[in-house]
């Protein structure tokens, strides 16, 4: 998957526990903090209580997992309906879980688990539409179906089962209250720690590079830690989590004595870094190339106010009256661009004066730029040219990957519905026929296997099943429009 995409509050308030501790028969929890409100500058508190069923009780970790599968499965969709079809095979490649009984059963209990949950939101959920922490009380599947005669055999498996969002949580997906994830990322991490950490962190790092936050609040109500520890246990659980991350993301490392600071009797505050994006990375390099003398431009720090760029060509030995006079009249593009050539001139022992910098100013098409200079404006240009071409790849190979899951559920039900309606003989005798017509290699792991019985050789017998049936029924089984396939909320 190229990429993923994460709801931002289920980012901020996680819907399932850290470990299974909530299997103990405890059915409901309240989350409580506050939040500042941009729009009315002040904090306002906010308050979230889940409620399980009776049956499956309240979500942990591995169910985190299964919803977030959802979720991209919705995403490959272009989230254009709440109903999504799936198979459980699906979620499993997705989570990069093994295909196994086991699995399926556990994907199955998750899904029944969320069904059964219920939430309470007093101010804890963003209406991106409506901008503001709202009351909401709702559910995350409406409705759910699981198929139970699928078979486990990988990719023969049927997208027969079926989920609706809820309309609360829906209709935030479709506004974009959505933000990407590395999923590779995700998958990767094997703690749950790491795994509620880069979701939360990656979701506050949008606005800051460095977070604090109270120690209490991050372990009980973003992480879901017991409620039981005590700040030594909290510090010790989280910095496992913590590790993982420096190890594997872009998180900085800091000591556990750098990393946890007491701020008062009883309290302590957590602080995360978030390393130098490539991007600005490559910024960094760039003015560091271009400094002479101590003076460092680039695209970032010459800026565009008047008084910024007239001190910019001062330094650079421009007189006063004439760096005021060409800040206000000429354009900040075309001042940056000519104080980079200036510096990547003198920076290569090709020394310019302040007569070539005015005349450059003053008539800039008499200049050249020389093989081997790109100014910020070109190379952040061909940086958006470069990610829309990215973009694009991406809308291209998820519409492929689409395209692929539909055409294979659409075959998988079409020989299903074909099978089901054969009596026990006929299905007998089509088998038959299945085997004498199959290729040599089919044919061979079918005998082979027919002995032992077991997964394997349902695997082959359906291989050997599916091309029979293709063979007879015409190969162009194309997958249902999607409008056929789901309905319009």
Known sequence: MDYAVDEMNLAEFPLAAISDRFLDGTKTVVLEDTVFDREQNRHLPRRLTLSGSDRYGLPTSKDDDVLLACIQLSRLNDFNSREVSFSRYEILRLLGWADETRNYDRV??????????????????????????????????????????????????????????????????????????????????????????????????????????????????????????????????????????????????????????????????????????????????????????????????????????????????????????????????????????????????????????????RKPDMIAFPPGFESSVERQQRQQAKEAQKQAQQRASTKRERQAIQKQNSRQRAFTAFWEALSPSDQDAFETESLEAADVMKKRLYLEASGKGGKAFEIYRQMVLMDQFERTHGLAIHAEPETNRTEKP
């Open 108 to 361: 199955a209990t998750s899904l029944r688990r969320w069904k059964g949950l219920s939430i309470f939101s007093d101010r804890a959920f963003y209406d991106h539409e409506q901008k503001s922490w709202v009351n909401r009380d709702f559910g995350v599947f409406d409705n759910l179906v699981i198929y139970r005669r699928e078979v486990i055999q990988g990719k023969a498996a049927p997208g027969c089962s079926r989920f609706v969002w809820n309309e609360v949580l829906f209709r935030s997906f479709q506004s974009g209250y959505l933000k990407q994830l590395d999923w590779n990322l995700y998958c990767k991490l094997t703690s749950p720690v790491a795994k509620r950490l880069y979701r939360f962190l990656d979701k506050r790092f949008y606005h800051s590079n460095r977070v604090e936050i109270d120690l209490v609040e991050l372990g009980l109500r973003k992480v879901r830690l017991s409620g039981n520890y005590n700040i030594a246990q909290l510090k010790r659980t989280l910095q496992k989590g913590i590790e993982e991350l420096e190890r594997l993301w872009d998180l900085k490392q800091r000591s556990p004595e750098e990393r946890f600071r007491k701020d008062g009797l009883g309290k302590w505050i957590a602080t995360f870094e978030r390393k130098s994006k490539r991007g600005l990375k490559t910024v960094e390099s760039i003015s560091s190339s271009v400094a002479t003398t101590g003076q460092v431009t680039s695209f970032l720090n010459t800026g565009s106010n008047p008084q910024e760029l007239e001190r910019q060509l001062i330094t650079r030995g421009i007189g006063p009256a004439s760096a005021e006079e060409l800040s206000l009249s000429q354009p900040a593009t075309r001042i940056r661009e000519m104080v980079e050539l200036y510096d990547w001139y003198n920076s290569r022992g090709q020394p310019r004066g302040p007569g070539f910098f005015v005349q450059a100013l």
